[in-house]
């Protein structure tokens, strides 16, 4: 079992820039792919970002890349989002899930992989 908590959420202006974080319980951290997803009202649930669990790949939402980061200190089993040139369109509730397939050698887009998530943390970007 793993329980995840996300923090940093909040109201920026467009352009500006939000850390997230995602504190995750248990011992074998370093097991799980970690995803970021995002929920806009009367949208469904977007994929944002994904890391394997040695944190050696990554990849993105075509809509994100080249403003965003995921990282990840399995030292202290946080997974982080970094969120550069916010957008009024990132505005959203903001996800972060653990997924335990194959050892977390593996990342996806898909949300249905996922096993644990996080109860969100709420981002705003006013024009």
């Known amino acids: 079992q793993v329980q995840l908590v996300e923090s940093g959420g909040g109201l920026v202006q467009a352009g500006g820039s939000l850390r997230l974080s995602c504190a995750a319980s248990?011992?074998?951290?370093?097991?799980?792919?970690m995803g970021w997803f995002r929920r806009a009202p009367g949208k469904e649930r977007e994929f944002v970002a994904t890391i394997t669990g040695n944190g050696g790949s990554t990849r993105y939402a075509d809509s994100v890349k080249g403003r965003f980061t995921i990282s990840r200190d399995n030292a202290k089993t946080t997974v982080y989002l970094q969120m550069n040139s916010l957008k009024p369109e990132d505005s959203a509730v903001y996800f972060c899930?653990?997924?335990?397939?194959?050892?977390?050698?593996?990342?996806?887009?898909?949300?249905?992989?996922?096993?644990?998530w996080g109860q969100g943390t709420q981002v705003t970007v006013s024009s």
């Open positions: 899930a653990a997924d335990a397939a194959m050892g977390g050698r593996a990342t996806s887009d898909y949300w249905g992989r996922y096993d644990y």
């Open positions: 248990g011992r074998t951290f370093s097991s799980y792919a």
